[in-house]
């Protein structure tokens, strides 16, 4: 296979002309025991065409693994091996059924390092292709990773999701209820980003984007939820809009939900200007019987020093936040 390198930005190299929407089928041949691979395309097997209409020829000794083949074992009686033989068919129905029942038997290829891996072997991403999994392996996702992210050091990840946390405790009041069956009403039942269809039963499938993010102080509301696929949500995350989203899909997204398309398609992040920061700490102070409230306290104190929002706090809240 030859490599080339395509425009993306870790410089990575990819492999081109890797199906990576395809699944394959792998089998250990009833001959000689080798591990034979099949790419079989874009849709999964069901076991009963596979018995009907699969003819695999091992790759390394040429055995043909059909409904039409005697076995090939030596030590059975000629007459269960014989593939007119009703143990013979019932061998096959059920070599056919364990290669292509379970979505866990299916393969698919890297396009970084070209390997054909299993299944589990690739972190799931929602439409693409029948396996729903990502076009790269885990272990090149990992090496893309670090390129992308040299700089995330584990206490850097930890620290923003303490800031993240703070925040939400901040926002704690400011948050309005988003009644979900108008959310997928709004947005068609679909992921805005991916597009892709979506159930409301299927909770584990879908995510609430809080477009403007709590880290800059945006709560949750109706004007600043968007209905996402689980992965999409997943890559969104912390990230301010205009680093997620494209400025076609920022204007409809305002139109969608109302929102300040300006503030939306921002380069730079803006802390929120109309959050009432004194009334918040005001409202989370009121609250005494919280548990860890000393560590809670000291999270929304270097958040708020962080963002220099000390100076819009009433004196009282100043001292009893140790100011
Ligand atoms: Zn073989
Ligand atoms: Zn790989």
């Given at each position: 296979?030859?490599?080339?390198?395509?425009?993306?930005?870790?410089?990575?190299?990819?492999?081109?002309?890797?199906?990576?929407?395809?699944?394959?089928?792998?089998?250990?041949?009833?001959?000689?025991?080798?591990?034979n691979l099949e790419k079989i395309g874009q849709s999964l097997l069901k076991p009963e065409d596979a018995y009907e209409n699969c003819i695999w020829e091992c790759s390394n000794c040429g055995y043909v693994?059909?409904?039409?083949?005697?076995?090939?074992?030596?030590?059975?009686?000629k007459a269960f091996t014989d593939s007119n033989s009703i143990t013979t068919e019932r061998f096959w129905k059920a070599f056919f059924r364990i290669a292509t029942e379970h979505i866990e038997s299916y393969?698919?290829?890297?396009?970084?390092?070209?390997?054909?891996?299993?299944?589990?072997?690739?972190?799931?991403?929602?439409?693409?292709?029948?396996?729903?999994?990502?076009?790269?392996?885990?272990?090149?996702?990992?090496?893309?990773?670090?390129?992308?992210?040299?700089?995330?050091?584990?206490?850097?990840?930890?620290?923003?999701?303490?800031?993240?946390?703070?925040?939400?405790?901040?926002?704690?009041?400011?948050?309005?209820?988003?009644?979900?069956?108008?959310?997928?009403?709004?947005?068609?039942?679909?992921?805005?980003?991916?597009?892709?269809?979506?159930?409301?039963?299927?909770?584990?499938?879908?995510?609430?984007?809080?477009?403007?993010?709590?880290?800059?102080?945006?709560?949750?509301?109706?004007?600043?939820?968007?209905?996402?696929?689980?992965?999409?949500?997943?890559?969104?995350?912390?990230?301010?809009?205009?680093?997620?989203?494209?400025?076609?899909?920022?204007?409809?997204?305002?139109?969608?939900?109302?929102?300040?398309?300006?503030?939306?398609?921002?380069?730079?992040?803006?802390?929120?200007?109309?959050?009432?920061?004194?009334?918040?700490?005001?409202?989370?102070?009121?609250?005494?019987?919280?548990?860890?409230?000393?560590?809670?306290?000291?999270?929304?104190?270097?958040?708020?020093?962080?963002?220099?929002?000390?100076?819009?706090?009433?004196?009282?809240?100043?001292?009893?936040?140790?100011?």
């Amino acid at each position: 296979m030859t490599r080339r390198k395509t425009n993306n930005i870790t410089g990575i190299l990819r492999i081109e002309g890797i199906p990576y929407h395809d699944a394959w089928i792998s089998y250990i041949c009833v001959k000689c025991k080798e591990l034979n691979l099949e790419k079989i395309g874009q849709s999964l097997l069901k076991p009963e065409d596979a018995y009907e209409n699969c003819i695999w020829e091992c790759s390394n000794c040429g055995y043909v693994h059909c409904k039409q083949s005697d076995l090939p074992f030596d030590n059975w009686p000629k007459a269960f091996t014989d593939s007119n033989s009703i143990t013979t068919e019932r061998f096959w129905k059920a070599f056919f059924r364990i290669a292509t029942e379970h979505i866990e038997s299916y393969w698919k290829q890297c396009n970084c390092c070209g390997r054909v891996l299993p299944f589990s072997a690739f972190s799931k991403h929602s439409n693409w292709g029948p396996l729903e999994r990502q076009m790269e392996c885990r272990g090149c996702k990992g090496a893309i990773n670090a390129e992308l992210n040299p700089k995330r050091t584990k206490q850097q990840l930890y620290e923003s999701s303490i800031r993240r946390r703070a925040a939400e405790l901040l926002l704690e009041g400011e948050n309005e209820a988003i009644v979900i069956e108008e959310l997928f009403e709004r947005f068609d039942n679909k992921c805005f980003k991916t597009k892709k269809q979506l159930k409301i039963s299927n909770r584990n499938t879908w995510a609430i984007d809080h477009i403007l993010p709590s880290k800059y102080l945006y709560p949750l509301t109706v004007q600043n939820a968007a209905l996402l696929s689980k992965d999409a949500n997943e890559s969104k995350r912390d990230k301010w809009p205009s680093e997620f989203y494209t400025n076609n899909e920022l204007i409809d997204l305002a139109k969608i939900t109302g929102a300040n398309l300006d503030l939306l398609a921002s380069k730079k992040p803006k802390i929120n200007p109309n959050i009432d920061v004194d009334a918040c700490v005001s409202r989370f102070l009121s609250v005494r019987e919280r548990s860890n409230l000393k560590k809670r306290l000291s999270e929304l104190k270097k958040l708020i020093l962080s963002y220099n929002l000390v100076e819009n706090l009433s004196p009282e809240n100043k001292k009893l936040l140790g100011f």
